[in-house]
């Protein structure tokens, strides 16, 4: 039935069906549901941005249920509404929560998953008999549109939902999704698409980038009525010297009394390796049943992680341990608590986890948090500060991410192919390209024609062919291969990890096992296992004796502090102290601090010169994160140098970074101001940093989504020195004989803008320019320094003799300042 432009929802008699299915579930609408029910029935599109666990997917779903129940007759065959959601798990969460309500109002209305793991005789029947909505993910999207006669069906749809936006929005994911929803427009421009997300600051901009530049839609925002308790395991004393990792697992004996006291608990880490370790030693004291202690991860069996999701579902595990793989929405009713294992680096984060506990409106969200050390203190402080204030992180979108338009068109050069002109128009109603110059596009359909002009004479570069003005792909082969390699997620090459015996248990990064020798012994999945050998890409494996062993290591280890975050803990030092309880162990430190030297504030940067038996230290505290810090101390060096010739060695954290040399360092407190001047970055990063080197490993990564460097076929893995030895042949051909080559400008774009963070680092370098340098000379280690001298022992020695020698010097200095009275 049409819908007016102005519908009255009030007189809609679908509404009164709905609203009798909540009372039978005690429910009433919430008004925020109401809203997007209005905007839905007239036609609109928009975001609903609203707080984990207050109905989300109800008011979503609820617009197509009043659609269907005020239809005079079933809907025809065929696909009316595509859902989006970038989590496989959460795909079969969502499955669940559209189905209950449909089936309860007696709607006959298919609702099916397609994912990766989707099998391929499912596949052939829903492209048969394509069910009325399909739940999906943004790769599953894209792989459709490469077939001409999908397209036709999706010019069909009448709606299309991406669910937890916030996730893919400053991700090439992201981008891949815009570029999509772009063709769906073209293909039916009354498509109503809606986005829903929670924990996300710039809601204007994040659905400009989801209905494109310039598109008018509705914003609805749920009010945040749930109450959230932070709280924190506090260690039975303060150390005035912390230092990196040594805190967590000493507080043990206090994880596990909270996850007893409660009927369910989450113990959310920030890496894989973490949750390994914590698992390990959760299960070394577990008082109950083996099986109601669990572990979840990205890299374990998928088979694995569903019985874990279906187990907390039912109430049958009092405890999980993750990583942000059950950071989203997946509907977990029963779990009463959160625990975060060290600091959650940002605001939303530790929002998002703690709406993992009591994910149901009007009930209480609990986290606990336990420090891996002590300054994560200030951290959580901060953080509690932030929320009760509303401040939380903004995710700025992708632009220019011209490897994903390369894949993209290729795509659709499948898909029925296209023309030069319309496409670009289509194209810049993304966001991300919304200013591609004619120039620059012209350079991506150079690459994907013939890759390049240094390329243009091999055959395997020449993937889409320009035939009577349409860009097509007509080679069965290359359309295979590109559909294998669909997607922008890239990550060091995976092994499989096998039993002898043939039981699979998850994947490991090639990097990490590659070092093993057959009869090593390695911590995964929960398990001490052994390596026996390894062939074809697959680790075959015995359960090992013990719990010794190395825990892999993973890429992208380490999150770095949020900018919103730091500045709030820079705020909170310079008014220390308060009610909370954390401050009764903080106040040691920082009145330690104090005495030695000064406390971080706003408007100021605290410079600290040094001396040990190792040398000559400098310490900064700009309070940018790891990532600006990392940029920072090498070009700090480089300009310290010019002053008089050293070498330095250096070290970073969140807090700040230190330069350290066996010479004395050259420098006095008015020279800082012109070590910070803005003027001369770029350069001086080039000489400071091998960009080139840089360069290369980005390289790796794009060469892979823009089709370059072909990935493994399902089932056939390629090593990582294979892709490595590709990527960098192809590096160092394109640098010599085609220096403007669009794939090596996007690998320098992306070193500057997402590694090194450029425009931050400029930003922190005018904020420092702008402060008062306050000198000063410690006569020995200060508080805030003893982390950042024990980071740059970290690569000079073994795990135990680094602990071993940290352990030792913060004993020294806690004997040494014994008698410093250390008072808030």
Not at 796 to 822: C, F, G, I, P, Y
């Amino acid at each position: 039935m049409p819908v007016p432009a102005r519908h009255s929802l009030t007189a809609d008699p679908a509404l009164a069906h709905l609203r009798d299915w909540f009372a039978t579930r005690g429910w009433t609408p919430a008004e925020f549901q109401l809203q997007l029910w209005q905007a839905w029935r007239e036609g609109r599109s928009g975001l609903l941005h609203a707080p984990t666990g207050s109905g989300k997917t109800l008011a979503m779903w609820g617009g197509v249920l009043l659609d269907a129940l005020d239809a005079e007759a079933p809907p025809a065959p065929g696909l009316r509404v595509f859902w989006i959601t970038p989590l496989r798990a959460l795909a079969t969460d969502t499955l669940e929560n559209l189905r209950a309500p449909t089936l309860d109002l007696g709607l006959n209305l298919e609702i099916e998953l397609r994912t990766a793991d989707t099998s391929s005789g499912a596949r052939a029947r829903q492209r048969k008999r394509p069910p009325f909505a399909l739940i999906t993910t943004p790769e599953s999207l894209s792989l459709r549109l490469s077939h001409a006669d999908e397209q036709a069906a999706l010019a069909r749809l009448d709606a299309i939902v991406v669910d937890e936006w916030h996730e893919l929005l400053g991700s090439k994911r992201g981008v891949q999704l815009e570029l999509c929803l772009a063709r769906l427009r073209q293909l039916n421009p009354r498509l109503k698409i809606w986005g829903v997300s929670a924990t996300l600051a710039n809601l204007d901009q994040a659905m400009q980038v989801l209905l494109g530049p310039g598109v008018n839609g509705s914003l609805i925002q749920a009010p945040e009525h749930r109450r959230l308790i932070i709280d924190s395991a506090l260690p039975s004393q303060s150390e005035r010297f912390p230092w990196a990792g040594h805190l967590g697992l000493r507080q043990l004996p206090q994880v596990l009394d909270s996850v007893l006291a409660a009927q369910s608990t989450l113990v959310f880490t920030n890496t894989r390796a973490q949750a390994e370790l914590w698992f390990q030693a959760l299960s070394a004291v577990w008082p109950l049943a083996a099986q109601t202690l669990a572990l979840h991860h990205g890299s374990l069996d998928a088979e694995h992680r569903r019985e874990v999701e279906q187990g907390l579902r039912e109430g049958r595990l009092r405890a999980v341990v993750a990583t942000s793989s059950l950071d989203l929405g997946v509907d977990f009713c029963s779990v009463d608590q959160v625990i975060q294992i060290g600091s959650p680096k940002g605001i939303a984060r530790l929002l998002q986890r703690a709406g993992r506990s009591g994910h149901r409106p009007g009930q209480v969200s609990r986290i606990r948090f336990v420090a891996t050390q002590m300054l994560e203190l200030l951290e959580i402080v901060a953080t509690r500060r932030a929320l009760a204030r509303g401040r939380i992180e903004a995710r700025p979108p992708l632009t220019r991410s011209l490897d994903v338009l390369a894949q993209h068109l290729v795509t659709l050069a499948l898909g029925g192919g296209f023309e030069r002109e319309p496409m670009l128009a289509e194209v810049r109603r993304c966001h991300a390209f919304a200013a591609l110059g004619e120039r620059e596009f012209d350079q991506v359909l150079d690459l994907i024609t013939r890759g390049g002009a240094s390329l243009a004479s091999y055959p395997d570069y020449q993937r889409v062919q320009l035939l009577d003005g349409r860009y097509r792909i007509e080679d069965r082969k290359l359309a295979q291969r590109h559909r294998w390699g669909i997607g922008t997620i890239v990550a060091d090459s995976q092994m499989q990890v096998r039993f002898v015996g043939g039981g699979y248990l998850g994947s490991v990064e090639e990097s990490f096992l590659t070092r093993l020798k057959p009869g090593d012994r390695f911590q995964f999945a929960g398990r001490s296992l052994e390596l026996v050998r390894i062939h074809q890409m697959e680790a075959q494996v015995r359960r090992g004796s013990g719990r010794a062993g190395a825990v892999p290591r993973w890429m992208g280890g380490k999150l770095p502090l949020s900018s919103d975050l730091a500045d709030e803990v820079l705020q909170l030092l310079a008014h220390p102290f308060g009610d909370e309880a954390e401050w009764p162990l903080l106040g040691p430190i920082l009145t330690l601090q104090q005495q030695l030297s000064a406390l971080p504030r706003p408007g100021v940067l605290l410079v600290e010169m040094l001396r040990t038996r190792e040398g000559h230290h400098l310490a900064l505290y700009p309070y940018a994160g790891r990532s600006v810090h990392e940029g920072l101390a090498p070009l700090l060096a480089a300009r310290i140098g010019r002053l008089r010739p050293a070498s330095f060695s250096y070290a970073v954290n969140d807090h700040g970074l230190m330069l350290s040399s066996r010479a004395p360092i050259a420098l006095q407190a008015q020279q800082v101001a012109a070590l910070l001047d803005p003027a001369g970055l770029m350069e001086d990063i080039e000489s400071s940093l091998n960009l080139a080197e840089l360069g290369r490993r980005q390289f790796r990564e794009i060469a892979q989504i823009a089709g370059l460097v072909v990935r493994a076929a399902p089932g056939r893995q390629r090593s990582v020195r294979q892709l490595q030895a590709s990527s960098s042949l192809l590096f160092d051909v394109l640098s010599e004989h085609d220096p403007g080559h669009v794939l090596l400008g996007c690998a320098r774009r992306e070193v500057l803008e997402q590694q090194l963070e450029y425009q931050r680092l400029l930003e922190v370098l005018q904020r420092l320019g702008a402060a008062r340098v306050e000198w000063r000379e410690p006569k020995s280690l200060t508080p805030f320094a003893f982390p950042l001298w024990a980071e740059r022992l970290r690569g000079q020695l073994s795990l135990e003799d680094w602990q071993t020698r940290v352990r030792a010097m913060a004993e020294t200095m806690e004997a040494k300042h014994s008698r410093t009275v250390a008072r808030p």
